[in-house]
Nanobody, 115 residues
Framework: QVQLVESGGGLVQPGGSLTLSCVAS????????LAWYRQAPGNQREWVAS???????RYAEFVKGRFTISRDNAKNTVYLQMNSLKVEDTARYYC?????????WGQGTQVTVSS
């Protein structure tokens, strides 16, 4: 059974940092692009960052310079290091894997940025 399990969310003050992790099933991890999306209440889910199987990262403009995506192939894990967090970064963050048989999603982890 294919699984994506996120962790690392929480409450942080503006300007703070968090690192999200997503452990994926080995069967989908190695050959595919992994991505992070987020969804705030009342908003559509939006793409945040992705990293290819060759570890090439891409970022949405609104996180460039603040977030870093990386992957550890030995641990089947993709990370999202989030620095200089803003109140508007508050959302549920989802891990995604796009495969030939369709996309897979995790259950998400909540990030709340508040003073």
């Amino acid at each position: 059974q294919v699984q994506l399990v996120e962790s690392g969310g929480g409450l942080v003050q503006p300007g703070g940092s968090l690192t999200l992790s997503c452990v994926a099933s080995r069967s989908i991890f190695m050959a595919n692009t992994l991505a992070w999306y987020r969804q705030a209440p009342g908003n559509q889910r939006e793409w945040v960052a992705s990293i290819s199987s060759s570890s090439a990262p891409r970022y949405a403009e609104f996180v460039k310079g603040r977030f870093t995506i990386s992957r550890d192939n030995a641990k089947n894990t993709v990370y999202l290091q989030m620095n200089s967090l803003k109140v508007e970064d508050t959302a549920r963050y989802y891990c995604n894997c796009a495969t030939l048989s369709g996309p897979y999603w995790g259950q998400g982890t909540q990030v709340t940025v508040s003073s």
